[in-house]
């Protein structure tokens, strides 16, 4: 290999550790949820949730999901922020990112609160707020307009989730999509952190750039 190719390699490197390492800078109290080349921290089936290209990858663009599938963490939160990039393309075109919440036993699925992603009718649910096999239902969504305005469709859109006491907030791509107060006291106000690749037609989910900061 030219030793020039060799240099510039070297050189893209750096700049991406640099920009990694500014990154966190820039956002003092943030901790980094995913080393971006290994699953440690978090617990899941590894034929379904994989690391490629400095991102967590969930589901196949080839063959139908079988089912809900979540990759969680092992610490559970209560207060935070939480900021990550993430992705959706495919035909299936639904994911998502829970919180405050927790597995059922002896099952695949997770219940607790949901920041959605991808479409499902009537429209776009990008930075909406489901409640995952609990009330199932969507608690909050944002403007369909302004979400269509602000999506990257079929490429990286920044989130925002923040939670402190019974207010949830969401942004999408700073956009404010959600700010939704729990009146119900008995919802549980601390839990895992999943990442989500919903069953159905061929989809891919990706996750990077995964930090908190404990409020």
């Not at 479409?119 to 909406?128: E, F, L, N, R």
Request: glycine share 10%.
């Amino acid at each position: 290999m030219p030793a020039f190719r060799i240099g510039s390699m070297l050189m893209l490197g750096i700049l991406a550790m640099a920009d990694s390492h500014r990154l966190l800078a820039v956002e003092p109290g943030f901790i980094s949820l995913f080393d971006g080349k290994t699953l440690a921290g978090w617990e899941g089936k590894p034929n379904v949730f994989s690391v490629k290209e400095g991102a967590i990858v969930a589901g196949s663009l080839d063959k139908a999901i079988a089912r809900n599938e979540f990759l969680c963490t092992k610490k559970i939160y209560a207060d935070f922020e939480l900021r990550l990039d993430a992705k959706l393309v495919g035909a299936g075109d639904n994911a998502g990112i829970q919180f405050r919440s927790r597995r059922i036993p002896n099952h695949h699925e997770v219940i607790g609160y949901q920041c959605d992603m991808g479409s499902w009718k009537p429209g776009v649910i990008w930075g909406a707020l489901y409640d995952e096999s609990r009330r199932r239902k969507m608690l909050a969504e944002g403007d369909q307009q302004l979400i269509v305005k602000r999506l990257k469709k079929n490429d990286w859109n920044q989130l925002v989730i923040r939670c402190q006491g019974n207010r949830i907030q969401i942004w999408l791509n700073g956009y404010q999509t959600v700010d939704y107060r729990e009146k119900d006291a008995k919802i549980a106000a601390k839990g895992i952190i999943g990442l989500q690749i919903h069953g159905g037609k061929p989809s891919m989910a990706s996750y990077r750039n995964i930090r908190i900061k404990p409020l």
